[in-house]
């Protein structure tokens, strides 16, 4: 379609990423510019009371809701968001085009997203994405605090950014929900929530029109169901409580902790709302899409990962022990930190278990398992040690206590030495933004008018 090649070819070259001051600002401005035909409206206040807005635009007879900051270390979402609302407003034939009332919340994490902004200006540097890295404990991120009540699992506690959404899903009960995730490095794949044979060839398009690879390693979640290459069905917190329920004796209501997604949510309102996640990397290596056969067993891959994810929480749970009383400033990095410990140790029990006696596991790994298992998974567990860090830094700030400060030494040895390994055996070919926010744009509108026709 004319009217999309158009937008896409006019989206411009992004070398960094905005603030939540610039998104706001950049709303206002639309509203102000535009008052016949933007709604600009505050649906609620972050747990730090920053105003978390939305822009209204369209009157078509379907409703879409397009948030971005479901994790506030994802922010380039935010961007296309931003992009795409201008045009909106601008382009009546693309407006004209989407049978759609528009939703648009570019930042659904004001809070976690300015804790992230010491790397938003420098995103072609992994060493910095880690160092300024935070990301919320499970039970206070915007995608896993919907309610919920499954079995043992009685989730009824919303964090104010979730109940703001929940405000919209409720009164406008959406066809279409796009929540604008992004990985930290590896290759794109897509979580749709039903089969949708026509949108797989397509999203692959997407991606190799741009010569960016697919993800063809582990999925991010063992029970995750393959519909395509790089497209999943989106898992939802009811499989997660069961694969836990299949693979520990634990109680898996205190495993997950968390709530409901926005899909979960949304079709209590909508039976029919489809909704997608198109998770795009920073960075990438080629390995990740190389489906030749490696001599290594899958099992023993995944067995060794789980090993070293073991250890390196571990690790950090020791130190907690030894700084517990010596941790006089409650930081959210704390917050996170401790729920990520206590919750992936539990988790992990659940994945060995699995890992030694699923029959999926038994043939040889293809290159892309390989280097997911190897090296995808060792540079995620290095963003821990940065909040770790940010923890540290932030206590000793208000107690220059001498072994705070020789421990937190030790982590930015730990972090440089990693960084250093990775740059050594991986190639971080940094992906240039103007092309995730592509792939994002084209997905989220070919989804759209498929869900329209439908």
Request: net charge negative; charged share 30%.
């Amino acid at each position: 379609m004319n009217v999309i090649k158009k937008l896409v070819e006019n989206v411009p070259d992004f070398h960094s990423f905005m603030t939540v001051d610039e998104l706001n600002e950049s709303s206002k401005k639309l509203a102000d510019t535009y008052p016949d035909k933007v709604k600009l409206m505050e649906i609620g206040k972050s747990r730090d009371g920053d105003p978390i807005l939305c822009l209204k635009i369209g009157d078509g007879d379907l409703k879409a809701l397009l948030y971005a900051f479901p994790h506030p270390n994802e922010p380039v979402g935010s961007l296309m968001l931003d992009y795409l609302s201008w045009k909106l407003v601008e382009d009546d034939e693309l407006r004209k085009t989407f049978n759609f009332t528009w939703y648009i919340v570019k930042v659904a994490d004001p809070d976690g997203a300015r804790l992230n902004e010491g790397w938003f200006k420098t995103p072609e540097s992994f060493k910095a994405y880690v160092l300024n890295y935070y990301r919320p404990a499970g039970n206070q991120q915007v995608e896993w605090t919907f309610p919920i009540k499954y079995k043992t699992l009685n989730f009824q506690d919303p964090i104010p950014e979730t109940k703001a959404l929940m405000e919209i899903i409720e009164s406008e009960k959406p066809d279409f929900i796009y929540s604008l995730h992004n990985a930290g490095f590896g290759g794109v794949y897509y979580y749709i929530t039903e089969e949708a044979l026509l949108l797989y060839p397509i999203y692959q398009k997407v991606v190799k029109d741009r010569d960016l690879p697919l993800s063809l390693g582990e999925p991010e979640m063992p029970y995750a169901v393959k519909l395509d290459d790089a497209v999943y069905l989106m898992p939802t917190v009811e499989q997660t409580y069961d694969y836990y329920e299949k693979y520990t004796d634990k109680d898996p209501a205190e495993m997950i902790k968390s709530g409901n997604s926005s899909y979960g949510f949304a079709k209590n309102f909508n039976p029919d709302v489809f909704e997608l996640v198109c998770e795009v990397p920073y960075y990438y290596d080629e390995r990740i899409e190389d489906t030749d056969p490696t001599d290594k067993v899958r099992r023993e891959l995944v067995l060794k990962n789980l090993k070293l994810a073991e250890e390196s929480l571990r690790k950090l749970e020791n130190y907690f022990e030894r700084l517990r009383d010596k941790l006089v400033v409650k930081t959210r990095f704390q917050e996170a930190l401790e729920y990520f410990i206590e919750t992936g140790l539990s988790s992990l029990e659940a994945e060995k278990k699995w890992a030694e006696t699923s029959e999926e596991l038994e043939r040889k790994a293809t290159v892309a398992e390989e280097f997911d298992n190897i090296w995808c998974s060792r540079s995620y567990r290095l963003f821990m040690w940065g909040m770790f860090k940010r923890m540290l830094d932030a206590n000793i700030s208000k107690n220059n206590d001498e072994q705070l400060k020789e421990i937190r030494n030790e982590t930015l040895d730990l972090i440089n030495k990693e960084v250093e390994l990775l740059e050594k055996n991986v190639k971080f070919n940094v992906i240039p933004i103007k092309k995730l926010v592509e792939i994002q744009l084209l997905s989220g509108l070919y989804t759209m008018l498929y869900v329209q026709k439908k």
